[in-house]
C-alpha cells in the first residue's frame, strides 16, 4: 500500500459527459502528479500541483482541469468526455520537489 | 522536451533466466533515471534509480547502468521469478521527481 488513495477505482460513462477523479496524497506529501495511462502511450504527465499550487503543466487538454485543496487531496476534472480519454488515471504524490513518486491504484475510466 | 523510447515492449523469458529492458533518452541535460514496475491492478513502485554520477547501481538482483555519452541505460534483473511478472517502466528527468518522462514499458512475463 503507497499510501495514495484514489477514487473511484471504476468509472463508466457517456460521451460529453463530466467527471471527477478523486486523490489523497499520502500524509505529509506536498505534491501531488496526474498521470494518464492508456494502452498505447504508457504514463503521461497531465499535471502537478505543490502546496495548492499548480506547479507544471503535461500534456493536459483543454477539457481537462485539476486544482489541490487546502488539505491537500486533488480532484482532476474531465469534461465533454470523448471516447479517447477512456484510460487509467493515477495519482502521485511526493514528499519533495526531488523525490520517489509514489502512485495510488488509478481511477480506470470508460467512455462509451 | 525529453523524449525516451523504451524496448522491448513486451519480454517472455524462462524462470531463473536473466531479464534486461533498454531505453534511451533524447534531453542530455536529463541526470535522474528511476525504473517503476508496476504489477497488474496496482500503482506503480519505484524498484531502484540512478544518477548521471553513477554509471551502474545495484540492488540484488536488480542492477541499472548509465551511458551517458550513447544516453541510454538498461534494468537488469537475474535470477527472476514469478513475481517479476509486470510492466516496467523507465523514466528520465532534470529535477528528480518533477517533469518525468516515462518510456511506454516493458510487460515482462516470467514463464515456469
Known amino acids: 500500500d503507497s499510501g495514495v488513495t484514489q477514487t473511484p477505482k471504476h468509472l463508466i460513462t457517456a460521451t460529453g459527459q463530466r467527471v471527477t477523479l478523486r486523490c489523497s496524497p499520502r500524509?505529509?506529501?506536498?505534491?501531488v502528479y496526474w498521470y494518464q495511462q492508456s494502452l498505447d502511450q504508457g504514463l503521461q504527465f497531465l499535471i502537478q500541483y505543490y502546496n495548492g499550487e499548480e506547479r507544471a503543466k503535461g500534456n493536459i487538454l483543454e477539457r481537462f482541469s485539476a486544482q489541490q485543496f487546502p488539505d491537500l487531496h486533488s480532484e482532476l476534472n474531465l469534461s465533454s468526455l470523448e471516447l479517447g480519454d477512456s484510460a487509467l488515471y493515477f495519482c502521485a504524490s511526493s514528499p519533495l520537489e526531488s523525490g520517489e513518486l509514489f502512485f495510488g491504484e488509478g481511477s480506470r475510466l470508460t467512455v462509451l | 522536451g525529453e523524449n525516451v523510447e523504451q524496448h522491448p515492449s513486451t519480454l517472455s523469458v524462462q524462470e531463473g533466466d536473466s531479464a534486461v529492458i533498454k531505453c534511451t533518452y533524447s534531453d542530455s541535460a536529463s541526470n535522474y533515471f528511476p525504473w517503476y514496475k508496476q504489477e497488474l491492478g496496482k500503482g506503480s513502485q519505484l524498484i531502484i534509480d540512478i544518477r548521471s554520477n553513477v554509471g551502474e547501481k545495484k540492488d540484488q538482483r536488480i542492477a541499472v547502468t548509465l551511458n551517458k555519452t550513447a544516453k541510454h541505460f538498461s534494468l537488469h534483473i537475474t535470477e527472476t521469478q514469478p513475481e517479476d511478472s509486470a510492466v516496467y517502466f523507465c523514466a528520465a528527468s532534470q529535477r528528480g521527481a518533477d517533469g518525468l518522462t516515462f518510456g511506454k514499458g516493458t510487460h515482462l512475463i516470467i514463464q515456469p
Open positions: 500524509s505529509g506529501d506536498l505534491s
